[in-house]
């Protein structure tokens, strides 16, 4: 029988196949009830949201700055490559949940067919498509492409930057350029990147340099200076937050000074703490760093069974790397075994405060190390069939129990988390047309930001602070909100978002109620 399906000028195989189903499969799982799972809206996500918003319609971001290199936004600064990226999704989709989480969405599609050609030109097309495998189920992967925090779009461009960096290194020097063009992306993506990116690099050509291969000087330089000018605004903030030069704003390009500048999460000095380590162990051999938005413990971040296979194929890629090294030849095991030792260092620096978003420029090599590790079990049973169908049957059926449980019982329990049902109430409350709202004081005002779409001006005109100037901002009033206990009675145009359990104190008061999910709006009915 003919495997083979004949294409007008291409023959497909059981290999093309199988990579076509696993990138449908993973793209599905990432589609599904896209916007509305997770159920609500991150604080983090919001406030990227309405930075998009803000520059989308007023040219400024919420503090007033004109395409800042870094938000200013909670104090203590935020990455701005999320809300760049969303600006062309709310200008179609408008100014949604769903456009907000576009650019992670895209992003995790696009990097699952280009891991598999990463992993097949480092490791050769089985190692590939179990890479690829094991990517389009991953918990980690799945709930990452799903929200809209703006570290997670981190992974997806240094993976992006590696690959071209492949590719410049085994088919032609102009991809150097790409390579670099993304790793400096990357460095808006998420401030850990700041060490990631020059580390990665420099490890990434001093192997392949000592491994005897060539590369072109011409591109090479080239790409340096395309990363360096990318970097050059973020090498700017810093000095201007170190008080070396002053805040610099133009017509194009701002780079502010920040409230607060949180120099101390990242310390070589973590690197002798044993907390560290154990924090470390926690994270990625547990497979959970106990903040539901990013993994669930019954399922980790690439399903507890797979921590053996990833030390199988940490030991083979260790032997792979330590073999070229001896004989000098360059090999990707070499590159790869450089990289995740520099990268697990730099995750250490961060100490007792790593968690899976900070650590997020580790999890791709270790899913190297997983498909490596697969690989082994599939080489070494090869006489044993039972054997390596019983370990796909098992990532079967956790991936089935995961997107269970994902998209149940968990979107149930994140909604508390992510205040679902105040978009709905903040709606209300402007269709309403009042005047005066209270909001509860655990809600931040960046979700009311974002739900409300105020204006930038109005909200630079009528912002009151309880903390300024500090590292996390707490706004007590704009424009018609105010943040605050609930108040003790209601006039015509006042209204009172709370949540759903208070409602029926307000109801029992003679107030009238409306529920939306998890919180309600209260007020007086003068019309009853």
């Known amino acids: 029988m003919n495997r083979n399906v004949h294409l007008p000028g291409r023959t497909w195989g059981r290999v093309e196949w199988y990579v076509l189903l696993l990138v449908l499969l993973g793209v599905a799982v990432r589609v599904a009830q896209w916007g509305s799972v997770p159920a609500g809206l991150n604080q983090d996500e919001a406030f990227a949201g309405y930075e998009a918003y803000s520059l989308l319609h007023y040219g400024v971001d919420s503090m007033g700055y004109r395409n800042p290199c870094y938000f200013v936004s909670w104090g203590s600064g935020m990455n701005v490559m999320e809300s760049y990226l969303a600006i062309p999704a709310m200008m179609v989709l408008g100014c949604t949940v769903a456009a907000l989480r576009l650019p992670q969405l895209l992003c995790a599609c696009v990097s699952l067919p280009v891991f598999y050609l990463l992993l097949r030109r480092m490791f050769g097309t089985r190692v590939a498509v179990l890479g690829l495998g094991v990517l389009a189920i991953s918990p980690w992967h799945i709930m990452l492409s799903r929200w809209g925090l703006e570290s997670n779009l981190?992974?997806?461009?240094?993976?992006?930057?590696?690959?071209?960096?492949?590719?410049?290194?085994?088919?032609?020097?102009?991809?150097?350029?790409?390579?670099?063009?993304?790793?400096?992306?990357?460095?808006?993506?998420?401030?850990?990147?700041?060490a990631v990116v020059p580390l990665v690099l420099v490890l990434s050509v001093g192997c392949v340099l000592q491994g005897g291969r060539r590369l072109p000087w011409k591109w090479a330089v080239a790409a340096a200076v395309v990363l360096g000018l990318l970097a050059l605004p973020l090498l700017l903030f810093l000095l201007v937050n170190r008080g070396i030069l002053p805040e610099i704003r133009t017509p194009f390009l701002s780079v502010p000074r920040l409230l607060y500048m949180r120099e101390g999460e990242f310390s070589p000095e973590n690197l002798l703490k044993l907390e560290s380590y154990q924090r470390f162990l926690e994270v990625?051999?547990?497979?959970?760093?106990?903040?539901?938005?990013?993994?669930?413990?019954?399922?980790?971040?690439?399903?507890?069974?797979?921590?053996?296979?990833?030390?199988?194929?940490?030991?083979?890629?260790?032997?792979?790397?330590?073999?070229?090294?001896?004989?000098?030849?360059?090999?990707?095991?070499?590159?790869?075994?450089?990289?995740?030792?520099?990268?697990?260092?730099?995750?250490?620096?961060?100490?007792?405060?790593?968690?899976?978003?900070?650590?997020?420029?580790?999890?791709?090599?270790?899913?190297?190390l997983l498909a490596l590790g697969l690989d082994q079990v599939w080489s070494l049973c090869r006489n044993h069939p039972p054997v390596p169908g019983g370990v796909a049957a098992g990532y079967a059926l956790a991936f089935a129990g995961f997107v269970c449980l994902y998209f149940g019982g968990w979107n149930e329990q994140i909604g508390g988390y992510f205040h679902a049902g105040l978009e709905q109430a903040v709606a209300y409350v402007k269709a309403q047309g009042f005047t005066d709202v209270?909001?509860?004081?655990?809600?931040?005002?960046?979700?009311?930001?974002?739900?409300?779409?105020?204006?930038?001006?109005?909200?630079?005109?009528?912002?009151?602070?309880?903390?300024?100037?500090?590292?996390?901002?707490?706004?007590?009033?704009?424009?018609?909100?105010?943040?605050?206990?609930?108040?003790?009675?209601?006039?015509?145009?006042?209204?009172?978002?709370?949540?759903?359990?208070?409602?029926?104190?307000?109801?029992?008061?003679?107030?009238?109620?409306?529920v939306f999910d998890g919180y309600a709006v209260a007020y007086l009915d003068t019309g009853a």
């Open 154 to 194: 981190a992974p997806a461009f240094l993976l992006f930057g590696l690959y071209c960096f492949v590719l410049g290194v085994e088919k032609h020097g102009a991809w150097l350029v790409a390579s670099a063009a993304l790793y400096g992306l990357a460095l808006y993506a998420y401030a850990i990147t700041w």
């Open 284 to 368: 990625f051999a547990g497979q959970n760093d106990n903040l539901p938005w990013n993994s669930t413990p019954e399922f980790g971040l690439y399903y507890p069974f797979s921590l053996p296979l990833m030390l199988l194929g940490g030991s083979a890629l260790a032997g792979r790397a330590w073999a070229g090294w001896k004989a000098r030849t360059f090999t990707w095991a070499g590159g790869v075994a450089v990289q995740t030792v520099a990268v697990t260092l730099v995750c250490l620096m961060l100490g007792e405060l790593l968690n899976v978003n900070k650590g997020n420029s580790l999890h791709f090599l270790l899913l190297i």
């Open 438 to 514: 209270c909001v509860d004081d655990q809600v931040t005002h960046a979700q009311i930001l974002f739900f409300d779409q105020t204006p930038q001006p109005e909200y630079a005109a009528t912002v009151e602070y309880a903390n300024y100037p500090a590292a996390y901002l707490r706004v007590t009033r704009f424009g018609r909100y105010t943040f605050a206990d609930p108040l003790s009675s209601l006039g015509e145009h006042q209204a009172y978002i709370a949540p759903a359990g208070e409602g029926e104190a307000f109801a029992a008061q003679g107030y009238a109620v409306e």
